[in-house]
């Protein structure tokens, strides 16, 4: 492989030749790699093809907490984390209706100055520091919320699975076979068979206070 890039769609590429003759796929939820979506889109048009949220929250919670070190914008700050949450909440909520995904996540703009988005679903808030519409912190956000590519991938969010337990996963494989190792096949191949059983064992038990 030339990159780790490359080795995503190689991975998928494999995973299909393996799985496909075994069952049939509907639906996948992968980030927003684009030669991936190339991929599914040519090959596999039939396939329904999803954004996982917690890639796409982090990439708005990371625009918005690098904005707010502005010193006209650092209110953003105390509204990164609420915003993120807001994209789940569009997602779960909307049962893959992409518009009304698209609809419930433009409503933050409003939700951020106090104003509420037709009928609001929550009750009413805790005091908050609420943004000036029109502001510099307020038009900064609107470019962030309204970015094209991402209104328009907001629509495939996924709203039935994520890949959450897959990248809690792969930070128990990183744990056993560091990616600033290099290790031998063998040895590669039983450090990730340790990192599955472990994971596995404990993936559902219950934190302790």
Known sequence: MTSSNAMELEGLKRCFSYLL???????????????????????????????????????????????????????????????????????????????????????????????????CMHGLLEPRLWIRAGSKAHKELELIVTNKLLCRDIRRLAFMAQTSALESYHRVVTFFAPKSVRFFYSAMESRLLLAALHFNENCNRLQTP
């Open 21 to 119: 003759p075994l069952a049939s796929i509907r639906s996948l939820t992968t980030d927003r790699h684009a030669s991936v979506q190339k991929y599914l889109r040519d090959c596999y048009p039939d396939i329904m093809h999803y954004f996982d949220v917690w890639h796409i929250a982090k990439s708005v919670k990371k625009k918005i907490e690098a904005i707010s070190k502005r010193r006209d914008c650092t209110i953003l700050g105390h509204w990164a984390q609420a915003v993120s949450n807001h994209l789940y909440w569009c997602a779960a909520s909307s049962a893959g209706n992409g518009d009304l995904v698209l609809a419930k996540w433009l409503s933050i703009l409003n939700h951020v100055c106090g104003e509420p988005y037709n009928e």
